[in-house]
């Protein structure tokens, strides 16, 4: 990684300024990382649950799918060392409306055997309680009064 030698010559160099600029970024980089992970965890979450919805039933690899989605994100939004998660509630949010079109297409190949596109079986589901019933399995359990950045 670049940024690690670039780090280091700062370092050597006596440049304690432009090194806090660096570790800056690969703090940032890294954040940005998790966040798309998060993000694509939550597709697969969401596609899972407009089936669900949709079809008005449930399958043990839907439902094995969502489980392992939420603990994936759980595990992927909580910082180990210094405490606290990468993303808050508002955040989780934001990420779950942000990833519910590509959830609600991808779902439309599936659902129904594909029947139907991605509008019309967003016509057959209420994509707020859907986006809501994500969030709330995602907090449930966690320590989210405490939830910081």
Known sequence: MIELLELKNCI?????????????????????????????????????????HAEQRSVRSWERSIYNSIEAIRVTNKRRKAGGYYADKDELAELCREAYPRALKNASYEAYEGRYDASELAQKVTGHEIRNEALKLILKGNDMCAFTT
């Open 12 to 52: 050597e160099a006596g440049r304690y300024t432009q090194a806090l600029a660096i570790i800056g970024e690969m703090e940032e980089m890294s954040r940005e990382d998790k966040i798309n992970k998060i993000h694509s965890y939550m597709i697969i979450l969401l596609m899972h649950l407009i089936k669900q």
